[in-house]
């Protein structure tokens, strides 16, 4: 055992629903980014906030479980589940770093989150103590001068997935075929429970 820490990438998001476009991105992380699996972090419901579009947790949680099964390298994580909200992704990633002490953890963001990072709450902290794998996205405004060739950021030049949960939604209700956009299995999940109608 050579003691080599696996780099575990962690992908944030509702994932209301998990589409083709987050298994893209996450397996392209695997595949060509250097990492050696990515850890799915199901965005819990906060309940100080009605959003009746939001799926419970466990719905959400189950897409994602399903969506993954084929892939080894991919995980789904219910980390934030247990933690008290409004929660922050930097006690996220203290409260693994607890749990999971052989592992290097480092977080995947889509550039327009790169865009808004100086707003997080203790960003430098993040950034002092964990690398950023950044994938293209479409958006607007510019990356703060401060990221730029920044040492613990790199670019991933993943595939533009201009695809969004908010899109499969409406496209659901309002009866559009929307199944090339999800995994099969997601699919069959979300019709059979009736969501987003």
């Not at 579009?53 to 084929?70: G, K, P, Q, T, Y």
């Not at 479409?138 to 201009?162: C, L, N």
């Amino acid at each position: 055992m050579s003691g080599k820490k696996n780099k575990i990438g962690l992908y944030f998001g509702t994932f209301n629903p998990i589409h083709v476009g987050h298994l893209t991105i996450a397996n392209h992380m695997v595949e060509f980014g250097g990492l050696d699996e990515v850890w799915f972090v199901v965005t819990p419901h906060n309940p100080h906030k009605k959003k009746s579009s939001l799926l419970d947790n466990h719905h959400r949680l189950a897409m994602v479980r399903v969506a993954l099964e084929d892939y080894p390298k991919l995980k789904p994580s219910t980390v934030e589940f247990d933690l008290p909200q409004p929660n922050y992704t930097v006690h996220t990633l203290t409260v693994l770093e607890e749990k999971y002490p052989e592992q290097q953890f480092c977080l995947i963001m889509g550039e327009d989150n790169l865009k808004s990072l100086h707003k997080w709450k203790n960003y430098e902290v993040i950034l002092e103590r964990y690398e950023l794998y950044v994938y293209p996205r479409i958006s607007e405004g510019s990356v703060d001068h401060q990221f730029k060739d920044h040492p613990k950021i790199t670019k991933v030049a993943a595939p533009i997935m201009e695809l969004s949960s908010t899109f499969i939604r409406k496209g659901v209700k309002n009866r559009k075929n929307i199944r090339p956009m999800l995994p099969q299995n997601v699919w069959e999940y979300l019709d059979e429970m009736n969501f987003y109608r």
